[in-house]
């Protein structure tokens, strides 16, 4: 296996966990865990963003790397929308507070429409994630 291919199956299994993410946050919205929901939301949103920087030979340690890099190399160059970045902020700030912060809550609605924009970011970093 060539290194391009070998990066290509890993971007795509990337993707692959993505959509994973999306649906589990709905399952378990469903089931009335909008902490989970909530750190699904950002995993897929993680793993998208991660998928669409390797295509481009970009690999970072740090989900804070990654978030920098959205910024750097999709916002700013006009790639990704600018609210799209927003919204990967706010998905990164929310996980954190439900993953550690035992009293973090989070209103269903708000959950939902974050999954909604979650699988629109998955769908957009899918188009980007070019080999």
Known sequence: MTEQEARR???????????QAVSSARQVL???????ATNRVYYACFYAA????LSR???????T???GAI??????????PPEMGRFYDAAFAERHEADYNA???FEPEIVAERIAQAEQLVSLMASLATL
């Not at 469903?30 to 989970?36: I, K, Q, V, Y």
């Open 103 to 105: 009293m973090a809550s």
């Open 71 to 80: 910024h750097r190399h999709l916002v700013r160059t006009g790639l990704l």
């Open 57 to 63: 030979r970009l690999a970072f340690v740090k989900h």
């Open 65 to 67: 790397g990654v978030r």
């Open 50 to 53: 991660s998928a669409v920087l």
């Open 30 to 36: 469903g089931a009335g865990d909008t902490g989970l």
């Open 9 to 19: 199956a890993v971007v795509e299994r990337l993707l692959e966990k993505a959509e």
